[in-house]
């Protein structure tokens, strides 16, 4: 029995002995892999390296260095982000990459103020002070242009003619090409009353015929603005257009304008006649003082004392305040008015000739004690 029992143990042992040789066998080829493995990770991490540098320093920010030199104007349009903004710097030279000015603008917390507009930079500037040029105002490559309340045609062909250093010839010949500058049909032709006073921001590179379609356009804006029907357009403008030169005092602009409607009807006083110094001058051109007799006795169609109605044209370019309230004037009976006081603009209206004449006699005395006002 003790043999049998011997044998079969002996027979277990061999396939026992044989795992453990297979495993130690595949420890082996385990290690082996792992071994070869790592070195070709090693390897490829050895030629890797030089590659991922490059590709690093190609992705590296490029930026030009120092203030840059030469110069170009462009324009930042309303709204614009930072990329934008890079994108049209990038576009014309002023920085070396997008990714400059962008890591720029976005380390500065200013660049949100960055105003639209026309600037003149410098090119091959760093990000940075593309940043900062865009904050400064010296940048800003643009004009004033001023355009005061009452003034004439002729008046504002010389301020833009000045201001953009351009011959009066030239801006006379796009002031009165009514198609040019849009006038409407309702100007019939002329431009004057309609280019709207106001202030006025101009690119240096804008052209004369642009700055007055803006002046046209602002004006017919606010005549939609104040709903005035577009027949009344003209006539209102005429109105108000010597308003606006014969008074100074927003409180009297009503008023005169009611003592002009008052006078157009009237035929036992003044007999249509507006008998206005300041449409008499205009036709003589003059804008401002007094007539002489010669200029009361020049006969042309501006001359209220001579022909009654209202003049042909607007003599001025009122101001949509004027405008308002020559639209709708107040109630009253008024056919004359003087101002009695120059410093303060205090204004007397009457409705007879008599007590026009004592109103006349308070200006006479305040002239005589500020003779120099």
């Known amino acids: 029995m003790s043999e049998v029992f011997t044998t079969l143990d002996t027979d277990r042992k061999k396939p026992t002995n044989t795992r453990r040789a297979y495993r130690r066998k595949k420890r082996i080829r385990s290690a082996i892999v792992l071994f070869f493995t790592c070195v070709l990770v090693v390897a490829a991490t050895v030629v890797a390296v030089p590659y991922v ?12 260095a120092g203030p840059g030199s030469g110069e170009v104007v462009l324009e930042i349009p309303e709204g614009a982000s930072g990329s934008v903004m890079a994108k049209i710097l990038l576009d014309a030279d002023v920085v070396a990459s997008q990714r400059a000015f962008v890591d720029a603008f976005n380390s500065d917390p200013r660049s949100a103020s960055i105003q639209p507009g026309a600037y003149k930079l410098k090119m091959k500037m760093s990000g940075q002070g593309a940043v900062s040029a865009l904050l400064d105002p010296a940048s800003r490559a643009e004009l004033k242009i001023t355009i ?19 011959p009066i010839e030239d801006v006379e010949k796009i002031v009165d090409d009514p198609k040019a500058i849009g006038l409407p049909d309702e100007a019939q032709g002329n431009a004057e009353g309609w280019l709207a006073p106001a202030t006025y921001t101009v690119r240096t590179n804008a052209t004369v015929q642009e ?11 606010g005549l939609e603005k104040i709903d005035l029907p577009r027949d009344q357009w ?12 014969e008074v100074n005092w927003p409180d009297y602009y009503g008023q005169v304008a009611r003592v002009i409607e008052n006078r157009l009807v009237d035929d036992s006083q003044v007999n ?18 007094i007539p002489t007799e010669d200029e009361l006795k020049n006969d042309n169609p501006y001359n209220t004392y001579v022909n009654a109605g209202l003049p042909p044209t607007p003599i001025s370019n009122p101001s949509l305040k004027v405008i308002e309230a020559t639209a709708n004037p107040p109630a009253g009976d008024w056919l004359f008015f003087v101002t009695t ?30 003779p120099h006002s």
């Open 211 to 221: 700055v007055v379609s803006d002046m046209v356009a602002n004006r017919i804006h």
């Open 148 to 166: 005061p309340e009452g003034f004439a045609k002729k008046q504002v062909i010389e301020r833009i003619a000045n201001t953009m250093d351009t």
């Open 341 to 370: 006081n120059l410093d303060t603009g205090e204004t007397l209206f009457a409705n007879n000739i008599d007590d026009h004449s004592k109103n006349v006699e308070v200006l006479r005395k305040w002239y005589s004690e500020h």
């Open 53 to 64: 540098k490059s590709m690093i320093n190609s992705q590296s920010v490029t930026d030009y």
């Open 272 to 289: 249509g006649k507006l008998q206005m110094d300041s449409t008499t001058l205009y036709g003589v051109g003059r804008f401002g003082g």
């Open 234 to 245: 003209q006539r209102t403008i005429i109105v108000a257009s010597i308003v606006e030169r």
